[in-house]
């Protein structure tokens, strides 16, 4: 079944005589000026202003000078207005909660997503952050010479534990860039990295509290691991902007209690390995509604043109802090002095305490694990409670706001195709389990981004599993070269067995299946697509079982697996023809793709 989309067109005006557009703006003066003195009668005779009022489909004046293009606006419709669900938001800005917030100098993430143009979310090459820029599906950079469809362990790399936490976990991504030769002389590498003109540097947070820096093309250390002290089983980022910063969010606190535990963002210089700042409060942010949890999982962006961190929390804020960097390269010197950051929180009716979320069914989680995409100044993402939000970062209030039913640990995918703007998520299985049952559903969804509209959802039955996640915890990729038009979903614990998963290609404008594969161990872990230089598209996909495969993205075969040994809950990265992952079972890999 098809479903229609919104198409935004612009139509020219007619031209219309003179004395015609003269007295059509004599009446726009007389109706502004009885608008005026209706309005300034109704403040001067007491009328109080709505504190954080919901966003209007009509942008306020204010709303519009933010506003960074004349291009199709987010906006509410029926259905997806904040108010629909009875959410509520605070902004809180130098630590003071305040009625409204203008962003002084608008943020503009880019709008076209991977694209050959100058338009990029980065310059570096490489994989800066989780999924690889604000539209989360660039995963792979480059192309890969594939000729014998196979694949082959080249290297790997011990790793540790920490407390109970070992190698690498959910979502686990390494970040892969090729530093030119500036940079290199001026970081903390080992002399003969120095001297690597093509040096690709794996860097590698894990949950041995270690980063690793590794050598993409034969596994071998380009400098000294960073002893950070503690857990990270999300994803890091690199500074967008070439800056050698890294940022790194906490996922366990210091002794490894997984409750009242705090934890912190930290924020390092790549230059020699020093902690320029960290953030985080003794047991909470008293902002936050969660009680527990506060973690980082969450892979932040960098907006570039005003300088601004974005970071979503597990305790279900929304960050956004003014750096204040400075990179000097011919100096060898970097700095960061943020601000006090800018803060979004918001409750419903069904959000409620922790304690209450193994015992009542209907109980809404705060917490935001998801790593957010970003379109010019809309910022979107899932939550542990079903909620699925655009959020205006120029005024850091709600947009639109969906229910997507059940707890979204994968983080959405953006598309921009011409037509229109689109996000493709998908739900694990969390509530159904509280409710007693053995199965849930887990729905693929396409919606518009600029609406919250459901354009359409495909349910899957899945197992689950108590302890242990089951649904859609993969972020989707969206498809390109001769994988255009599709959107690649895996889920986890399909089939009514707790081992089992589901590899499923859609046409990406009606959500019907193209193909589907029946996985014999599910997967957590998220697939990348790979692409040769004529366009042919692979996914990579990696599973519980510890097996890497190649997929062949046209029907799902898959063409070639590797055992890499233990349970790959991470997510790939990959650099040309290589994959780099890390695993359960305390080892880094890099495969090659031939």
Same mark, same amino acid.
């Given at each position: 079944?098809?479903?229609?989309?919104?198409?935004?067109?612009?139509?020219?005006?007619?031209?219309?005589?003179?004395?015609?557009?003269?007295?059509?703006?004599?009446?726009?003066?007389?109706?502004?000026?009885?608008?005026?003195?209706?309005?300034?009668?109704?403040?001067?005779?007491?009328?109080?202003?709505?504190?954080?009022?919901?966003?209007?489909?009509?942008?306020?004046?204010?709303?519009?000078?933010?506003?960074?293009?004349?291009?199709?606006?987010?906006?509410?419709?029926?259905?997806?207005?904040?108010?629909?669900?009875?959410?509520?938001?605070?902004?809180?800005?130098?630590?003071?909660?305040?009625?409204?917030?203008?962003?002084?100098?608008?943020?503009?993430?880019?709008?076209?997503?991977?694209?050959?143009?100058?338009?990029?979310?980065?310059?570096?090459?490489?994989?800066?952050?989780?999924?690889?820029?604000?539209?989360?599906?660039?995963?792979?950079?480059?192309?890969?010479?594939? #000729?014998?469809?196979?694949?082959?362990?080249?290297?790997?790399?011990?790793?540790?534990?920490?407390?109970?936490?070992?190698?690498?976990?959910?979502?686990?991504?390494?970040?892969?860039?090729?530093?030119?030769?500036?940079?290199?002389?001026?970081?903390?590498?080992?002399?003969?990295?120095?001297?690597?003109?093509?040096?690709?540097?794996?860097?590698?947070?894990?949950?041995?509290?270690?980063?690793?820096?590794?050598?993409?093309?034969?596994?071998?250390?380009?400098?000294?691991?960073?002893?950070?002290?503690?857990?990270?089983?999300?994803?890091?980022?690199?500074?967008?902007?070439?800056?050698?910063?890294?940022?790194?969010?906490?996922?366990?606190?210091?002794?490894?209690?997984?409750?009242?535990?705090?934890?912190?963002?930290?924020?390092?210089?790549?230059?020699?390995?020093?902690?320029?700042?960290?953030?985080?409060?003794?047991?909470?942010?008293?902002?936050?509604?969660?009680?527990?949890?506060?973690?980082?999982?969450?892979?932040?962006?960098?907006?570039?043109?005003?300088?601004?961190?974005?970071?979503?929390?597990?305790?279900?804020?929304?960050?956004?802090?003014?750096?204040?960097?400075?990179?000097?390269?011919?100096?060898?010197?970097?700095?960061?002095?943020?601000?006090?950051?800018?803060?979004?929180?918001?409750?419903?009716?069904?959000?409620?305490?922790?304690?209450?979320?193994?015992?009542?069914?209907?109980?809404?989680?705060?917490?935001?694990?998801?790593?957010?995409?970003?379109?010019?100044?809309?910022?979107?993402?899932?939550?542990?409670?079903?909620?699925?939000?655009?959020?205006?970062?120029?005024?850091?209030?709600?947009?639109?706001?969906?229910?997507?039913?059940?707890?979204?640990?994968?983080?959405?995918?953006?598309?921009?195709?011409?037509?229109?703007?689109?996000?493709?998520?998908?739900?694990?299985?969390?509530?159904?389990?509280?409710?007693?049952?053995?199965?849930?559903?887990? #729905?693929?969804?396409?919606?518009?981004?600029?609406?919250?509209?459901?354009?359409?959802?495909?349910?899957?039955?899945?197992?689950?599993?108590?302890?242990?996640?089951?649904?859609?915890?993969?972020?989707?990729?969206?498809?390109?070269?001769?994988?255009?038009?599709?959107?690649?979903?895996?889920?986890?614990?399909?089939?009514?067995?707790?081992?089992?998963?589901?590899?499923?290609?859609?046409?990406?404008?009606?959500?019907?299946?193209?193909?589907?594969?029946?996985?014999?161990?599910?997967?957590?872990?998220?697939?990348?697509?790979?692409? #040769?230089?004529?366009?042919?598209?692979?996914?990579?996909?990696?599973?519980?079982?510890?097996?890497?495969?190649?997929?062949?993205?046209?029907?799902?075969?898959?063409?070639?697996?590797?055992?890499?040994?233990?349970?790959?809950?991470?997510?790939?990265?990959?650099?040309?023809?290589?994959?780099?992952?890390?695993?359960?079972?305390?080892?880094?890999?890099?495969?090659?793709?031939?």
């Amino acid at each position: 079944m098809k479903h229609k989309r919104s198409v935004y067109r612009y139509r020219p005006k007619r031209r219309r005589r003179v004395r015609k557009l003269r007295f059509t703006l004599f009446i726009i003066v007389v109706a502004a000026a009885a608008v005026a003195a209706v309005y300034f009668g109704a403040q001067f005779l007491g009328g109080e202003k709505q504190a954080n009022p919901l966003p209007s489909s009509t942008p306020s004046p204010a709303q519009q000078a933010a506003a960074p293009s004349a291009e199709p606006e987010a906006h509410a419709v029926a259905g997806t207005w904040p108010s629909d669900f009875d959410l509520t938001y605070d902004i809180m800005k130098n630590g003071e909660i305040t009625e409204s917030f203008i962003r002084p100098q608008g943020i503009t993430f880019p709008s076209s997503g991977y694209t050959s143009s100058d338009e990029k979310y980065t310059n570096l090459k490489g994989v800066t952050t989780f999924r690889g820029d604000n539209y989360r599906n660039a995963a792979s950079f480059g192309t890969a010479d594939v #000729t014998e469809e196979i694949l082959e362990s080249l290297w790997n790399v011990g790793s540790g534990t920490l407390t109970r936490w070992t190698g690498s976990g959910y979502t686990g991504q390494p970040l892969i860039v090729q530093w030119d030769d500036s940079m290199r002389q001026i970081m903390n590498l080992y002399p003969e990295k120095k001297a690597k003109q093509t040096l690709t540097e794996v860097i590698y947070p894990t949950m041995d509290g270690k980063i690793y820096f590794i050598d993409l093309d034969d596994g071998t250390p380009t400098r000294d691991p960073l002893d950070m002290g503690f857990t990270v089983k999300g994803t890091a980022s690199i500074d967008p902007r070439g800056y050698p910063i890294l940022y790194v969010g906490q996922g366990i606190g210091l002794s490894g209690n997984e409750s009242r535990d705090n934890s912190m963002i930290h924020i390092y210089s790549l230059i020699d390995g020093t902690e320029m700042y960290q953030y985080g409060f003794p047991e909470k942010d008293p902002f936050s509604y969660r009680d527990s949890w506060q973690a980082w999982d969450s892979s932040p962006l960098v907006a570039a043109d005003t300088d601004t961190l974005v970071w979503t929390g597990e305790n279900g804020i929304l960050y956004t802090f003014n750096l204040h960097s400075d990179f000097d390269g011919s100096a060898g010197t970097v700095s960061i002095s943020p601000d006090e950051p800018v803060k979004y929180r918001y409750t419903t009716p069904l959000n409620g305490d922790d304690a209450l979320s193994g015992i009542q069914p209907d109980v809404r989680i705060y917490g935001i694990e998801t790593s957010a995409a970003a379109y010019k100044n809309y910022l979107f993402f899932s939550d542990n409670g079903g909620w699925l939000q655009c959020v205006d970062l120029n005024t850091m209030a709600p947009v639109w706001v969906q229910d997507v039913t059940d707890d979204s640990d994968a983080t959405c995918v953006l598309e921009a195709d011409g037509a229109g703007v689109y996000l493709y998520t998908g739900n694990e299985i969390d509530m159904s389990l509280r409710a007693g049952s053995q199965t849930g559903l887990a #729905t693929a969804r396409k919606v518009d981004a600029l609406t919250g509209d459901i354009l359409w959802a495909v349910p899957y039955e899945c197992f689950a599993v108590q302890g242990s996640d089951s649904g859609i915890l993969a972020s989707p990729v969206v498809g390109r070269g001769n994988l255009d038009g599709l959107v690649f979903f895996t889920v986890a614990r399909t089939g009514g067995s707790e081992d089992t998963g589901l590899m499923v290609a859609f046409n990406k404008e009606t959500g019907e299946e193209v193909w589907q594969k029946a996985m014999d161990r599910y997967a957590w872990s998220s697939p990348v697509p790979v692409y #040769t230089d004529d366009g042919t598209g692979y996914l990579i996909q990696c599973d519980s079982g510890g097996y890497m495969h190649l997929v062949d993205g046209t029907n799902g075969d898959f063409l070639s697996s590797v055992s890499l040994g233990a349970n790959i809950e991470a997510s790939p990265a990959v650099f040309g023809d290589i994959a780099v992952v890390g695993t359960r079972g305390e080892k880094i890999f890099g495969v090659k793709i031939k």
